[in-house]
């Protein structure tokens, strides 16, 4: 019976249904199989992430408090997504020109330091610049005047030349510049900057979402540490950028040396003769002196104690000698 059954399929549905049910399966075949191909990544992603929740969970919910601090700190660093995904990408900073930090220093003898001092200051203000710091006293018979400008770097060349020929100038005894290319030091602490600031601003909205009163204390936290570092560095970049922009030049003013009297010119001047500063020298003299005989005389005394007991028993054994020696001789008298 059972083999009869199979003419009687053949014949109702023929071999050409048969066919094409057949392809029909295989279709769905391939369907679900390319749908099972594709889907274990996000069944499995879902799975950790509930695995993870149900951990969460058991633990009671509890968050350490740098929990939400390094969740900050990563998505404030993590790749925006894309073609580029998986290279780290660094906050764009602008170009900067170039940052040279200027310095001179000049030491002048100059006929009338006054006057020198006056044009200083015009050759400052001439330049962008100021006095930042004078002083004009007298050192024995001579004026001297310290001087600190700041210029514009732009204009620290022509300062210096200016500077060089002011009226009075007898010598130049000092002549230096220097400078100090600060740009790569600019950019580094601008870039970092950018950085933290990015890491601010993944904290804050970080805290907006912050129910817990321990992740809202950690995240604030961390938001000060961040902003105290932006701070300091911002510090260092607006020193750079002032720095950069205005030079400084050191000025030394002095007087020429007095020539003595009888001088001739081209000789070294000769000192003026004092009795006071005669006097002055011979009494330094004859103390240096004495100063030394003294030292002289303590050091043996302290050197010498040692032979102060040898020298005590010698003189108590010449003393008995002598005794001994008074004592016989009128023994010997009388016996003759």
């Known amino acids: 019976m059972e083999r009869s059954r199979w003419p009687i399929v053949f014949s109702r549905f023929g071999v050409s249904r048969l066919?094409?049910?057949?392809?029909?399966?295989?279709?769905?075949?391939?369907?679900l199989?390319?749908?099972?191909?594709?889907?274990?990544?996000?069944?499995?992603?879902?799975?950790?992430g509930a695995a993870g929740g149900m951990a969460a969970q058991s633990s009671g919910g509890a968050v350490t408090a740098a929990a939400p601090a390094a969740r900050a700190t990563a998505?404030?660093?993590a790749p925006a997504g894309g073609a580029n995904a998986g290279q780290p990408q660094n906050p764009q900073v602008p170009d900067v020109p170039k940052m040279v930090i200027k310095n001179g220093t000049l030491s002048l003898v100059v006929r009338d330091v006054d006057s020198a001092v006056n044009q200083i200051g015009g050759i400052a203000l001439r330049h962008g610049g100021d006095v930042r710091q004078a002083t004009n006293n007298k050192s024995g018979e001579r004026r001297v005047a310290d001087l600190v400008i700041q210029v514009e770097s732009g204009q620290f060349d022509r300062a210096m030349a200016?500077?060089?020929?002011?009226?009075?100038?007898?010598d130049r005894t000092t002549d230096k510049t220097d400078s100090q290319d600060v740009s790569e030091e600019y950019v580094d602490v601008k870039a970092q900057i950018a950085t933290l600031e990015a890491t601010e601003r993944q904290l804050r909205g970080l805290l907006e979402k912050a129910t817990r009163t321990e992740d809202v204390l950690a995240v604030q936290r961390e938001i000060t540490n961040v902003r105290g570092q932006i701070d300091r560095l911002q510090g260092r970049a607006n020193f750079l950028d002032r720095r950069a922009a205005m030079s400084t030049i050191t000025i030394h003013l002095e007087t020429p040396v007095a020539a003595g009297p009888g001088a001739r010119p081209g000789e070294e001047p000769v000192a003026?003769?004092?009795?006071?500063?005669?006097a002055a020298t011979a009494w330094d003299a004859s103390l240096r002196v004495l100063q030394g005989v003294a030292t002289v005389v303590v050091s043996v005394v302290v050197f010498?104690?040692?032979?102060?007991?040898?020298?005590?028993?010698g003189w108590l054994a010449l003393r008995v000698a002598r005794r001994r020696t008074r004592g016989g001789a009128p023994t010997a008298a009388a016996g003759d």
Do not use: F, K, N
């Open 75 to 77: 998505a404030a660093t």
């Open 162 to 170: 200016a500077l060089r020929e002011m009226d009075g100038v007898e």
């Open 33 to 48: 199989i390319a749908c099972g191909g594709s889907a274990p990544a996000p069944t499995h992603a879902a799975s950790r």
């Open 272 to 278: 003026e003769w004092r009795l006071s500063r005669v």
């Open 19 to 31: 066919a094409a049910l057949a392809a029909l399966g295989g279709l769905l075949a391939v369907a």
């Open 304 to 313: 010498s104690w040692w032979l102060l007991p040898l020298a005590l028993l």
